[in-house]
């Protein structure tokens, strides 16, 4: 079982004081039900409801008071009452209005209760008048495998350890690479990590990645508010997984008839699940980073793996030499986005993309990371520094000289020059250095 770096977060708020019931949110099949069973090691007593089960949705009787559904609570599944070291997993809760709204009780009159709740089409709730007790509840969102996870999948534990040296062992550099090139191919869904790393072969993951796809198709109907919705639902999720990685317009998505107001409703209903995430535009080179949601955004699905297989490009990562290569640079900047989401601990600062539209010198970076009060940009690209014409334009206007370029090459540092004479630090990132990105900056601008 993969030791997940969301465990972390969650010993966190085992701990803190003041601690409110957790909502655990992400997309199905991502893992949130095996992280809390791994979780509840740290407790003596444990107990989980799957509300999917009648017998557990029973539990949950309208017009009760709160301490007699506790009480039924605990006697159907034998635990002790008030035991200190307790943890209650209440999974699949979007199945009970009443589970929902006693999760306020949970915090006001059993704060030494700790209570974790998840469920696979949580989000749907925030569309049918459904929600949480606002300032009673705290939430986490858990992301398919990290790089560093599926590594631990794979049982690289010493590749894991190596990630922690600075500066990165050269010795390792080749075997990183190819394990990355492996990751960026299967991608980071639980399951179909597990299957990769058991045979070795990408064709025996086929069976996993249809099954996920379907359940996302059939969880169009939980979603929608009428069957026509449920319809633009699952048209949107099919052509999402074909525009992954691009500049997307609402109106006719995906070669269709539908309005620009019906996509971008549907849009918003998978970026609530999890399905989907849309980066916009900024223009900012300094903070805040200034999102401009009238723009194209640039759409982001779930998993890179899925979008290989739903593609048919599978084949691709055997023909090309570089990762950059693959489907048009298109995997390498998209798994780019995934671990930098991944990366991000709130909902609210999440990855964005810098771009200028002028009519004679337009512009585009692929990523911009915020660090301290620096905005550093991130381009996903190889060849030669001096052909970064977007990197420069937003280095002549920006107060610093840094920037990071993520690549198959090797761990290096040049100083480059911009077009207009402003001399620059890149940090040439190899892509399997991703998940330290945070370290690999604050040494760069440091001067370390």
């Known amino acids: 079982m993969v030791k997940r770096t969301k465990l972390r977060a969650l010993l966190g708020w085992k701990d803190r004081l003041g601690r409110k019931p957790l909502i655990l949110r992400g997309a199905r099949q991502v893992g949130k039900t095996t992280l809390v069973n791994m ?64 999760l306020r009780y949970f915090y006001e009159e059993m704060p030494q209760l700790h209570v974790i709740a998840a469920g696979s089409v949580l989000e749907s709730l925030l569309n049918f008048n459904e929600s949480f007790p606002v300032g009673r509840v705290e939430y986490e969102y858990l992301h398919p495998f990290t790089f560093e996870e599926f590594l631990l999948a794979r049982g690289q534990t010493g590749l894991v350890e190596a990630l922690d040296i600075y500066p990165f062992p050269a010795g390792l550099a080749t075997r990183m690479l190819t394990e990355y090139s492996a990751y960026a191919l299967v991608g980071g869904m639980p399951e179909a990590v597990s299957e990769y790393a058991r045979t070795g072969d990408i064709y025996t993951v086929s069976r996993v990645y249809e099954s996920l796809l379907s359940s996302y198709l059939d969880d169009a109907g939980k979603y929608a508010s009428h069957q026509n919705q449920a319809a633009l639902l699952r048209h949107v999720i099919t052509s999402a997984f074909l525009e992954a990685g691009k500049r997307i317009t609402y109106e006719g998505f995906g070669k269709s008839q539908y309005k620009s107001r019906e996509v971008k409703e549907a849009l918003q209903i998978l970026e609530k699940a999890m399905l989907i995430r849309l980066l916009h535009p900024s223009s900012s080179v300094m903070p805040p980073i200034a999102e401009n949601k009238g723009r194209a955004p640039k759409l982001q699905v779930l998993d890179t793996g899925l979008l290989n297989y739903f593609a048919g490009i599978q084949k691709e990562f055997a023909l090309q030499k570089n990762l950059e290569e693959v489907y048009a640079g298109r995997v390498a900047e998209h798994l780019t986005g995934q671990e930098l989401i991944a990366a991000s601990s709130s909902r ?6 810098w771009m200028r539209e002028k009519s004679q010198s337009s512009a585009e970076i692929d990523y911009i990371y915020q660090h301290d009060d620096l905005i550093i940009p991130v381009e996903v690209k190889s060849g030669k520094s001096g052909r970064l014409r977007s990197l420069h334009l937003f280095l002549d206007m920006c107060p610093h000289p840094f920037a990071v370029r993520v690549y198959s090459g090797e761990l290096s540092t040049e100083e480059p020059v911009t077009q207009s004479g402003k001399r620059y630090k890149l940090l040439n990132l190899p892509f399997y250095l991703l998940p330290r990105l945070k370290t690999y900056v604050a040494r760069m601008v440091s001067g370390g």
């Open 39 to 102: 979780f509840a090691e740290e407790f003596d007593h444990y107990l989980y409801l799957n509300l999917e089960r009648p017998e557990d949705r029973n539990l949950f009787p309208e017009n009760t008071p709160f301490e007699q559904v506790v009480r039924g609570i605990f006697l159907a599944k034998s635990k002790p009452l008030n035991a200190p070291s307790t943890l209650l997993f209440i999974d699949e809760i979007q199945n009970s209005a009443v589970a929902i709204n006693l």
């Open 348 to 353: 609210f600062h999440q990855p964005a993309f």
